[in-house]
Every structure is written in C-alpha cells, then in structure tokens.
C-alpha cells in the first residue's frame, strides 16, 4: 500500500488517533500531531513527530498552523480530523454550556481545519480530508444530544464537501465509525448490563480500526462504514426506538427517576 508522505492527525494523546500516530510514525512517515496538551511520554516516544500545540476549537490559531505549513511548502497530503469528545449533556436537564462544548470540538473543531484548507491557492498536489465521524450521528442517544447532533451536521457536511470538490485535488472523506474501545466517554454501563455486552460483541478493535482508516485513507472511497455489523445493529435500534413507545427515548434520567410533568414542577417551584 502506497501511503501518504505527510500526515496530520488531531487528537494523539489517546484512542484512534494515538494509534494513527503509532501506525505512521512506525512506518515512516513524516507526522504532524496537533494535540490541545504537551504529553511528554509521547514526545519522547515519536522524536520525529511534529507535535503543534493547539485546541482544534482555537479557529485562529488553526487557521495559522495551515497557512504556515503552506508557506514552508510542508503542507500535509492527508489530514485526519479525529480529535472529538463526548459528554452527557441531557440527562436530568438540558446543559447549554456542555452542549456547546461538544459542538466546537467535534463540528468547528473539524471546520476550523476545513476554511483554512479550502482557502489555499492552485493546489499542486492531492490532499485528502478525513473527518472520523460516528454510527451515533443516525441513532440519537437522547443523554448525549450534543455528539449525535455534532456528528450528524459532521457526516452532513462532509456529504456536501465531498461531492463539491469531486475532480479537484481536494477530497472530503469520512468515516462512520461503530464503536471501538477507547477512553472516550460511554454511557451503555448506565442502561442493562446486555446493551454493554451487545455493544461489545459489535465493536472493533484498535489496531483493526486503525489499519481500516489508514488503507482507506490512501482511496478514493467517500465514506468507510466500520464495521458493517455494527452498522445494521444501530439501524435496528433506531427503528425501534422510532417504533417502540418509550424505548431509549430518555423519558427517564439515567439513574432511573422518571421525567415530572411540566406542571408539576412549575407547582414545586411555587410552594418552595
Ligand atoms: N471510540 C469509539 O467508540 C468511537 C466511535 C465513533 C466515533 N469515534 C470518534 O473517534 C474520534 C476519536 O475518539 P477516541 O475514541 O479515540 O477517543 P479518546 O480516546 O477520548 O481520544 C480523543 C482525542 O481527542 C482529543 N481532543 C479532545 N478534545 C480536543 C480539543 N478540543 N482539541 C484537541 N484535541 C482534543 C483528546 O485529547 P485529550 O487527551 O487532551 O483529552 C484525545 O487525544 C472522536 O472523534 C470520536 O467521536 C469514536
């Protein structure tokens, strides 16, 4: 497989993008890793790495990172949008500030890259744009509005981009991923112990994700659907979520107390 000469990867301190970082410096490659804090176990690991300190939610800062490597005609060939966070931020009420937070990280964290890139002048060479989307973007988890919103405008977007720029040097892809075990926040241990345990038989592995997204990377295939069973499995559980009263439909909080009445609450806020 022909790989990329110069790869950037968001979010290396853990997860997906660490073993991206793993899987290219490995290999050879030129590697620049933007990471929003210094993690000298890893600096010290991959000395050839570039690591650039930045919060992919700083729009400026990223923007002046892109035209810089421009400038010293170092500008990568392949980008991997993979920094991203999820919180819960709908559970016994609706949490703005959190929602925000997963909104500038997961959509303008990615489109902080996206302007700056569509802004450079006469391209000499192909540069590929990954964003790592997820199968949440279809099925909401109705505890974590944020992600599946963040995520479903993501794969939106992308589905827009890639078919805008289709015959330029510039190509949007994506990957709809299931889920893969990572440190990244999970709810499934809050609901029956079989929704965890489904949710594992149907996840895929680290190395496994990564050497997915590294060969397609280096495609010209828009969208990696990973994996396959995991796929149909949130599909099934979107529709019966859209078919079953009540079901997964957050009409509980998550430990189990049920949602009160408008006007009941409004009737306690009086006598209180
Ligand atoms: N794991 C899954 O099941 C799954 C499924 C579908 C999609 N995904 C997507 O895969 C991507 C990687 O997730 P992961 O599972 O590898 O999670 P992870 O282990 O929690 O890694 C997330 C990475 O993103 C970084 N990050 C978070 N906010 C950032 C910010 N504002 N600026 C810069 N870096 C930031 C984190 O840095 P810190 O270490 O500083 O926090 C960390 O390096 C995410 O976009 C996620 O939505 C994951």
Not at 192 to 202: G, L, R, T, V
Not at 205 to 232: C, G, H, M, N, R
Not at 258 to 269: G, Q
Request: net charge positive; aromatic share 8%; charged share 25%.
């Amino acid at each position: 497989m022909n790989l990329s000469k110069h790869v950037l990867i968001t979010g290396t301190t853990s997860g997906l993008g660490r073993g991206l970082l793993e899987y290219y410096a490995g290999a050879g490659i030129q590697v620049t890793a933007v990471n929003r804090r210094k993690c000298d176990e890893l600096e010290a690991h991959f000395p050839r790495v570039s690591f650039r300190l930045a919060d992919v939610r700083q729009q400026e800062k990223i923007r002046d990172l892109i035209v810089h490597l421009a400038e010293s005609g170092d500008l990568p060939d392949l980008f991997i949008l993979n920094a991203g966070i999820n919180r819960v931020d709908n559970d016994s009420f609706f949490d703005v500030g959190i929602f925000n937070e997963v909104m500038e990280t997961n959509l303008l964290g990615v489109m902080n890259f996206v302007a700056p890139i569509t802004q450079l002048e006469k391209l000499s060479k192909k540069v590929s744009v990954v964003a790592i989307s997820s199968m949440g973007s279809g099925l909401p988890n109705p505890y974590c509005l944020s992600y599946h919103v963040s995520k479903r405008a993501l794969t939106a977007s992308f589905d827009v981009l890639s078919e805008m720029y289709a015959g330029t040097p510039l190509c949007f892809k994506q990957v709809v991923l299931g889920p893969v075990p990572t440190a990244i926040h999970d709810t499934s241990h809050k609901f029956p112990k079989i929704m965890s345990e489904i949710k594992k038989i149907f996840s895929v592995s680290l190395p496994e994700a990564v050497q997915s997204i590294v060969k397609f990377s280096e495609t010209d295939q828009k969208t990696l659907i990973l994996p396959w069973p995991a796929y149909f499995l949130f599909r099934a559980v979107r529709m019966a979520q859209t078919a079953i009263p009540g079901f997964y439909r957050g009409r509980k909080t998550m430990d189990g107390r049920k949602r009160e009445p408008k006007e009941r609450r409004e009737e306690t806020v009086k006598h209180a």
